[in-house]
């Protein structure tokens, strides 16, 4: 189907607009216009929001907590932003959190990873798996149930939620409930139908995907399944998980590619394709009524595995 008009409006707007891509920018302005295109949303009210630190690998490591209105204790997904590990702060996916927190009556725990180039692979993942044991190790403090953990994020934050459940497997950490992983980088081949369908012209490029992972990640560790979680040789013992890809995306095929090996590893698996969408719907669904069922469907499948 084509693009869904509310979508092809925004890609019309952005082309009259002009201006270089983002993998055309120095970093620190490719940050800068990140920001700007995703702002903060505190208009969408939730019971409280506070900012602490936490201990991390690389120091202290900066978290955002949402809790919804009423009493708790709570269940607690841990939010990993997108941004290909390079660009994307706890401002930019605030909107995201305030939903998902509100729409599955859950406590956010958001993640200000270490980013890319300063801080290159694996400090993303082990900064993430960090928070994740932290938030299992305290949960009755935050107002949360460490029985009742989950991870989630889009983009590079699919590929770190993807990761962190590994991790926890591995390394025998905590419990998932779920990992939900919305259009999640995966895997480092650039050559799946859909990455050379959706090459340029929706927003997420091939030219910048190479951007993001040349600044993340040294080829040499690229086969390394906390930086490419597909390139895992057994997903069994996996958490469940919900995966949630777009049509018009070049992330599209491996997302749904790495959901076929889960559910062939005999994990409980739900993937859902959204036809017309692009890469971003799940930021802008508070904004543009055809992202808001990616929205509802990710906090539906929280409130299940939470047993909500």
């Not at 390079?86 to 401002?91: M, P, S």
């Not at 998932?176 to 369908?197: G, I, K, N």
């Not at 690229?222 to 997903?235: E, H, I, V």
Request: aromatic fraction near 8%.
């Amino acid at each position: 189907m084509p693009v869904h008009p509310q979508f092809q409006a925004m890609l019309d707007q952005m082309a009259a607009a002009g201006g270089p891509a983002m993998s055309e920018l120095p970093v620190a302005d490719a940050r800068a216009l990140y920001r700007v295109m995703q702002p903060p949303a505190p208009q969408i009210a939730v019971g409280s929001v506070v900012d602490r630190r936490i201990p991390g690998p690389g120091g202290e490591l900066p978290v955002r907590i949402y809790t919804p209105e009423g009493k708790g204790p709570f269940p607690v997904c841990v939010h990993f932003h997108g941004g290909g590990w390079v660009i994307g702060d706890l401002d930019t996916h605030d909107a995201q959190c305030r939903d998902l927190c509100n729409l599955a009556g859950c406590i956010v725990v958001a993640v200000d990873y270490r980013l890319a180039p300063e801080h290159r692979f694996p400090a993303a993942a082990e900064d993430c798996y960090a928070a994740t044991t932290w938030v299992a190790a305290n949960a009755a403090a935050i107002g949360g149930r460490p029985d009742r953990i989950a991870v989630a994020g889009d983009s590079a934050g699919g590929n770190l939620a993807a990761v962190v459940s590994q991790m926890a497997r591995d390394r025998k950490g905590p419990k998932l409930a779920l990992q939900v992983l919305v259009y999640p980088v995966t895997d480092t081949a650039f050559d799946t139908p859909s990455y050379r369908e959706n090459a340029e012209g929706y927003l997420l490029t091939r030219a910048s995907m190479e951007w993001f992972w040349d600044h993340y990640c040294p080829p040499a560790e690229r086969k390394n399944p906390y930086a490419a979680p597909a390139r895992a040789k057994d997903l069994a013992g996996l958490p469940p998980a919900l995966v949630l890809t777009a049509e018009f995306d070049p992330l599209r095929d491996e997302g749904e590619r790495y959901a076929e090996r889960l559910r062939a590893a005999g994990v409980s698996v739900e993937c859902i394709r959204y036809d017309g969408l692009l890469h971003g719907f799940f930021s802008t669904s508070h904004l543009l009524d055809a992202g808001r069922p990616g929205m509802e469907k990710a906090a539906a499948a929280l409130k299940h595995a939470f047993g909500r």
